[in-house]
């Protein structure tokens, strides 16, 4: 067996959470895809000069992480609509007006995340879109120390020849930024994690009201506070009167028109959202996210972005 025979076979295994690594540092997972993809072409490359000075795993998150921090210099933060000002209170709003303008946080299917061993509360928690959202809100090397200290679980020591530096700088710079963190992130209050058979039956009567039209029982499942985000459009609402006004005038169509099938993402529920186009076609429209409540549904991101629908491994049409 040849050098990069072996690379292949050894590396392969770490594919699931090196994209998982990456998507937490730059908030998409096409981009994450990408760089796995040109971290196993280096590996591969170099792998006949790595004579195993340090575990292959390890080295595979340094030329990940490098990576990483070389495409997010000089590149905007990735955002969710609520991070950009004050929500609507008019559902006949423009919706597209500066549409284009932003970087948008991207939805990760659970089964990239969980395709490895890492399932832990933890991982959980560092992919929730809420979470995703402040852990932008770091620099990029502070983003990098958070992460491999504390959901890689790499040492002070690891991180710090990771990163060319010293452990002293990377607990100052872990200290930074968890203080950071905690400012802008969810409360354990606001992170609700239910059961597998509440989360059926969450997803279950989600699906129902959307495909059926019923605005009561849609209405029923949320919570008053309601937040609603549709990326790439920068409008987004929160209350519920508001979140159903703008869904009866905008989105809700005729029965039929609308097939639902429920998947997962960031360690959430989430479901994919098909359209009837003008073809009579149940087309691939959006994937929404779905935010559980203390006493229903708190948010709803739908990523308005077809293109999606094969991260998810879910097909363009039904």
Same mark, same amino acid.
């Given at each position: 067996?040849?050098?990069?025979?072996?690379?292949i076979e050894q590396a392969a295994?770490?594919?699931?959470?090196?994209?998982?690594?990456?998507?937490?540092?730059?908030?998409?997972?096409?981009d994450a895809e990408d760089l796995v993809q040109e971290t196993y072409l280096s590996g591969w490359r170099g792998y006949q000069a790595f004579e195993e000075r340090a575990a292959l795993r390890t080295w595979l998150y340094r030329i990940a992480t490098t990576a990483?921090?070389? #495409?997010?210099? @000089?590149? &905007?933060?990735?955002?969710?609509? %609520?991070? !950009?000002?004050?929500? *609507?209170v008019d559902p006949e709003?423009?919706?597209?007006?500066?549409?284009?303008?932003?970087?948008?946080?991207?939805?990760?299917?659970?089964?990239?995340l969980f395709a490895t061993p890492e399932d832990t509360v933890t991982v959980r928690h560092s992919v929730r879109l809420a979470v995703m959202t402040a852990m932008q809100e770091l620099p990029a090397r502070q983003r990098a120390v958070l992460i491999l200290r504390d959901v890689v679980q790499f040492s002070a020591a690891e991180?710090?020849?990771?990163?060319?530096?010293?452990? #002293?700088?990377? @607990?100052? &710079?872990?200290?930074?930024?968890? %203080?950071? !963190?905690?400012?802008? *992130?969810?409360?354990?209050?606001?992170?609700?994690?239910?059961?597998?058979?509440?989360?059926?039956?969450?997803?279950?009567?989600?699906?129902?009201a959307f495909e059926n039209s019923d605005m009561a029982a849609l209405t029923e499942l949320l919570q008053t506070d309601v937040k609603l985000e549709m990326p790439p459009l920068p409008v987004w609402?929160?209350?519920?009167?508001?979140?159903m006004e703008f869904l009866a005038a905008q989105a809700f169509t005729t029965v039929g028109d609308i097939s639902m099938v429920q998947t997962a993402a960031n360690a959430q529920p989430a479901v994919a959202e098909y359209r009837r186009a003008d073809d009579g076609v149940l087309r691939a429209h959006s994937i929404h996210v779905?935010?559980?409540?203390?006493?229903?549904?708190?948010?709803?991101?739908?990523?308005?972005?077809?293109?999606?629908?094969?991260?998810?491994?879910?097909?363009?049409?039904?």
């Open positions: 067996m040849s050098a990069q025979e072996d690379f295994p770490y594919r699931g959470e090196l994209i998982a690594h990456c998507y937490r540092m730059l908030g998409s997972v096409h990483c921090l070389r #495409a997010l210099e @000089n590149r &905007a933060r990735r955002v969710l609509p %609520a991070g !950009l000002g004050d929500s *609507s709003a423009d919706l597209a007006g500066g549409a284009g303008a932003h970087q948008w946080l991207e939805p990760l299917p659970d089964t990239h991180v710090a020849e990771l990163l060319e530096t010293t452990p #002293a700088s990377v @607990n100052s &710079a872990l200290q930074r930024a968890r %203080a950071r !963190l905690a400012e802008v *992130s969810p409360t354990d209050d606001d992170v609700l994690e239910p059961d597998d058979a509440k989360r059926r039956e969450l997803l279950d009567r989600y699906c129902a609402f929160t209350g519920r009167d508001t979140v779905i935010t559980p409540g203390a006493t229903g549904v708190a948010a709803i991101t739908v990523f308005l972005d077809p293109v999606l629908f094969a991260t998810f491994d879910l097909p363009p049409s039904r």
